[in-house]
């Protein structure tokens, strides 16, 4: 095997994030071609979660990842928390009919939540209108809501969406940070609930399908342990599944749109589009999506 350490600029600040860095594992795949793997965890990653990422990138360095049942997919654009019109030029230069918009303020605590709020309003009235009224958004709040201000920010941003078009929200990602909260929320309301950080960061979707607290479930081949372990996870639960990467270089993307290839269509575009945030690569040809939809491309690493 051959270890290759990478970072890739971002055209945009993501998770607080300019940069990814990581290293990229090449080698032998069952056909005796080249294969490659990424091992690229967030800093902020345990062990835990590292050790899946691990084999998520063995995996893919093995060659083992699962055989495709579909040809493409349909996939999000992914908005960051840009300015209106910013976020209305990106979502109208990703050409797909869904976007998801990121709000909820800094990491951390906020301090100032009416303000963010305000802003997230905006952010997404201006994506709903780029959109028109074919598209979809749902948004990503990364766990940032108290419980008790939940409803009425998503009362605000339904009103946003509508505002710019767009009847609504397709469902709202990871509002609280608790398992317990998004169940108690998911009662109250009537949109969707999706569950991210609250799988991701344990690997547990037990927990959450146990509690009733998602209606969909957002799962990231890389720090869930690759894509086979991904597609178990959709066999055993059977609720709506929206695959989604986490800010790989494309080689990291292509284990994430192989998990997402090996499924039967879902309901909803998975979330594969970051490959458009990334101002440079480990490959010559960055896994971005065409029309709204993305396919497999062969990987020319240039890392
Ligand atoms: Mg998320």
Known sequence: MEFRPFSVRLTTRFRGLTERSGVLIRGVGPDGADAWGEFS???????????????????AAHGL???PLQSDVEC???????????????????????????????????PDPAATLRADCARVEAVAAALGSG???R???????????????????????RAGGI??????EQPCASIGDLAALRRRVDVRIAAD?????????????????????????????????????VERYGLPVVVSSAMESSVGLATALAAALALSEQPFAHGLGTGTLLATDTVAHTLAPVAGRLAPIPLRVTA
């Open 41 to 59: 965890p967030f800093a902020d990653y345990g062990p835990e979660q590292r050790g899946r990422w691990w084999a998520a990138a063995m995996e």
């Open 65 to 67: 990842l699962p055989a």
């Open 76 to 110: 999000a654009a992914i908005i960051p928390e840009l300015d209106p019109v910013p976020a209305a030029a990106l979502a109208s230069a990703y050409g797909c009919r869904t976007a998801k918009v990121k709000v909820g303020g800094p990491r951390g605590r906020d």
């Open 135 to 137: 598209g979809h958004i």
């Open 139 to 161: 948004v990503d709040v990364n766990g940032a809501w108290p419980l008790s201000a939940a409803v009425a920010s998503i009362a605000a941003l339904e009103s946003a969406a």
């Open 167 to 172: 009847d609504g929200i397709e469902y709202v």
């Open 197 to 233: 950080e609250s799988i991701r960061l344990t690997g547990d979707v037990d927990a959450v399908v146990r509690a009733e607290a998602a209606d969909i479930l957002v799962l990231k081949p890389s720090p869930l342990g690759g894509a086979r372990a991904v597609v178990e996870m």
